[in-house]
């Protein structure tokens, strides 16, 4: 069974650019979360979703958004990229809405220049 | 709002060594999870052991074991027998039962050396 993937893998964007990174979780796996990871720190949460609708939200500005597909997978946007934005996003999945443990993909790497 | 602390930027254990990693949490709450996760540099997050705070038994995964003390709110990783294939970042986390939401620690930065 494939894991949760994650594209792209590493992305370079100019300040002020628009950027969209993409999760397939895990097969049967309805909730998917993102995180934030910037260098030196742990990871910070951004959303959960399930079963297509917003189940949390951390503290990030209205520049970063995100859904969820009919498939379950994900997209998140981030608007007006700063340079603060350069960080590894990390995806993880799900089986349930509230569970035990994640699984998570091996991260988009974006850095903003 | 809670919150999870690792005091231990950087460790190191020489192969077949036992290690112990530290980690203390703040929270007002009395149900809830913890949770060690490896990052390798492959970058993908890897659940290590997870115990849940209504189970007094620390919990336990092959050479991964816990000491889970809720009074003190002090979650440590013991790793025995290490191997080179530990080296790692090495996060704790927290969850509220009625979330999804991880909160991290900082990490600690494990090297095995031969």
């Known amino acids: 069974d494939a894991g949760v993937t994650q594209s792209p893998t590493h992305l370079i964007k100019t300040r002020g650019q628009h950027v969209t990174l993409r999760c397939s979780p895990i097969s049967g796996h309805k909730s998917v979360s993102w995180y934030q990871q910037v260098l030196g720190q742990g990871p910070q949460f951004i959303f959960q979703y399930y079963e297509k609708e917003e189940r949390g939200r951390g503290n990030f500005p209205d520049r970063f958004s995100a859904r969820q597909f009919p498939n379950y997978s994900s997209e998140l946007n981030v608007n007006a990229l700063l340079l603060g934005d350069s960080a590894l996003y990390l995806c993880?999945?799900?089986?349930?809405?509230?569970?035990?443990?994640?699984?998570f993909g091996s991260g988009t790497r974006l850095t903003v220049v | 709002a809670q919150t999870v602390t690792q005091s231990q930027p950087e460790m190191s254990v020489q192969e077949a060594e036992t290690v112990t990693l530290s980690c203390t949490y703040d929270t007002s709450e009395n149900n809830y999870y913890l949770f060690w996760y490896k990052q390798p540099p492959s970058r993908q997050m890897i659940l290590v052991i997870r115990?849940?705070?209504?189970?007094?038994q620390n919990a336990t995964e092959n050479r991964f074991s816990v000491n889970f003390q809720k009074a003190a709110k002090s979650f440590s990783l013991k790793i025995s027998d290490s191997q080179l294939g530990d080296t790692a970042m090495y996060f704790c986390?927290?969850?509220?039962?009625?979330?999804?939401?991880?909160?991290f620690g900082t990490g600690t930065r494990l090297q095995v050396f031969p």
């Open positions: 115990q849940e705070a209504y189970k007094q």
């Open positions: 993880a999945s799900s089986s349930v809405g509230y569970t035990f443990g994640y699984t």
């Open positions: 986390a927290f969850r509220r039962p009625v979330t999804d939401k991880l909160i």
